[in-house]
């Protein structure tokens, strides 16, 4: 695999528990810290992305409608 989002709790568990090694190059706080360096983004999206990578399912709850 080449990118893992790597932010759900628990996933490298479950899949170990079924005889699978998780192999991966990058995740989104990787994508996330090379967007900072580049400056890629502005303070506030920055912000908000990494507000969603930890925690993802309390950012979309907060924001249903």
Do not use: N
């Amino acid at each position: 695999m080449i990118f893992y989002y790597g932010i759900f709790d628990g996933v490298e568990k479950t899949l170990a528990d079924h005889g699978v090694k998780l192999l991966h190059l990058c995740t989104w706080w990787d994508v996330l810290a090379e967007a900072r360096i580049q400056g890629a983004f502005d303070a506030a999206t920055l912000s908000e992305v990494e507000a969603y990578l930890s925690a993802p399912a309390a950012w979309s709850d907060a924001r249903k409608s």
